[in-house]
């Protein structure tokens, strides 16, 4: 997927280069069920196993990853959106955010009984990725390759 | 060394990790996107096969098995029925299922604590879909995760347990609010259980937008039950009329 946006957007990418990933941004809704500090911590995990084992074990040596690798300081940034209800009783939209909704929940804001429904607030998406192409043979891959045989897995 | 910061990088690679505007790629891709493919390959399926599917969740303890034990001894008069059970260990449900003299393929997950479509999608393939009518997925015991992820059914159930107290859907907003419909099971302990009010268990459901219909039931004693096989036969035929009009007027 990387590789095509990349490709979409600035025509073409030499056989020989790979593409290296330095940010990556996601938007997620209240109603997600995700929860941002524990992304962002699982996050690290996998970004530390990535560099530590991906290349050097040897179930991981055949694994395909389409040339495409993660910066060990790729950023993970969330954006979070509100979600928003609509009231059929009041016919208008109105935002919730985590306040409203400890307050309201998705009620009516000016009629708990009036009848609601969830219109937003689900969505669970990457938005922007931030790449660029470095030559197969000084990619960063090829500089964390000889340095993470060591078995130190801090988070276990 | 410090795997996280790159700070033991040559410096020339430290170089290029420079930010640059012309680096931004944006795109909108769903997360969920290759759970979502997989679910939408196995409600067409099931489309194909004219059988309703049903996804059941609850707190661990909170009487799926014994619903559809109470279920399926109603409706197997009717249809043909298959049962997926989703545990991390033992078959225990399953057997509980076969008992009731209908199929049920169980799904160890090991340490997931959900089920997700390609989970579903191995286990329809060990049935065969042409002899049946309606399959009930009985998800992990959990009331966080199995809302996130669609497993290709058609409608979504959760159970609320009167031991589990009436405050349930606002602590787990996030289930309470996608399902289609809400049993409230064991009602035949409301007397010793006087803490948990009916009406502002119901009132709490319906602060999370949802006007889905509300159960409250015993499978144990039978009582509460028609309403929800009736809603059940109800969707089960609309479904039915909605793949194959035809053969319905028919029939």
Redesign the interface.
């Known amino acids: 997927?990387a590789r095509r946006?990349?490709v979409s957007?600035h025509g073409n990418l030499p056989i020989d280069q790979n593409l290296?990933v330095?940010?990556l941004t996601?938007r997620l809704g209240l109603?997600?069920?995700?929860d941002k500090g524990l992304l962002k911590r699982a996050f690290?995990v996998a970004?530390?196993d990535f560099?530590?084992y991906w290349p050097s074990t040897p179930e991981t040596q055949q694994a395909e990853c389409d040339g495409v690798y993660f910066?060990?300081?790729t950023q993970l940034i969330i954006e979070q959106v509100s979600a928003s209800?609509y009231c059929r009783e009041c016919g208008s939209h109105y935002p919730v955010s985590q306040q409203s909704?400890q307050r309201?929940?998705?009620?009516c804001p000016n009629n708990?009984r009036h009848?609601?429904?969830?219109i937003s607030g689900d969505e669970?998406?990457?938005?922007?990725?931030?790449?660029?192409p470095?030559s197969a043979s000084?990619c960063?891959s090829e500089?964390?390759k000889n340095?993470?045989t060591?078995e130190?897995n801090s988070h276990v | 060394?410090c795997?996280?910061?790159?700070c033991?990088?040559?410096t020339?690679?430290k170089k290029?990790?420079d930010?640059?505007a012309?680096?931004?790629?944006?795109?909108?891709?769903?997360?969920?996107s290759s759970n979502d493919k997989t679910a939408e390959h196995n409600r067409h399926k099931l489309n194909k096969h004219g059988i309703f599917c049903i996804n059941i969740m609850s707190s661990p303890g909170g009487g799926k098995t014994k619903l559809l034990e109470a279920s399926i001894a109603e409706l197997k008069k009717l249809y043909r029925i298959a049962v997926i059970e989703g545990d991390l260990e033992t078959e225990n449900d399953a057997e509980r299922i076969r008992a009731q003299g209908v199929e049920a393929i169980q799904i160890t997950t090991g340490s997931a604590c959900h089920l997700d479509a390609h989970h579903v999608h191995q286990a329809l393939h060990q049935l065969n879909l042409d002899t049946l009518d309606l399959i009930f997925i009985e998800n992990v015991g959990n009331l966080?995760?199995p809302?996130?992820f669609d497993l290709g059914q058609h409608a979504n159930i959760a159970l609320l347990s009167v031991t589990e107290g009436d405050d349930k859907p606002?602590k787990y907003?996030?289930m309470f609010?996608k399902i289609h419909g809400l049993v409230i099971s064991k009602i035949e302990l409301l007397d010793y259980f006087d803490d948990f009010n009916m009406e502002r268990a119901l009132d709490n459901f319906?602060?999370?937008?949802n006007?889905s219909p509300v159960w409250p039931l015993s499978a144990k004693t039978g009582r509460g039950m028609e309403a929800w096989l009736d809603w059940l036969v109800d969707q089960r035929t609309e479904r039915k009329m909605l793949l194959n009009p035809q053969l319905e007027t028919s029939e």
């Open positions: 997927m946006e990349y957007r290296v330095t940010s996601l109603f997600s069920g995700v690290q970004l530390h560099h530590c910066s060990p300081t209800i909704f309201h929940y998705l009620s708990h009848i609601t429904q969830l669970m998406l990457l938005i922007n990725m931030q790449m660029h470095e000084t960063i500089a964390f340095n993470n060591q130190g | 060394m795997e996280t910061c790159g033991s990088l040559p020339d690679n290029s990790l930010i640059d012309d680096q931004n790629h944006a795109v909108i891709k769903k997360i969920m966080v995760c809302a996130a606002l907003p996030v609010q319906r602060k999370l937008a006007q």
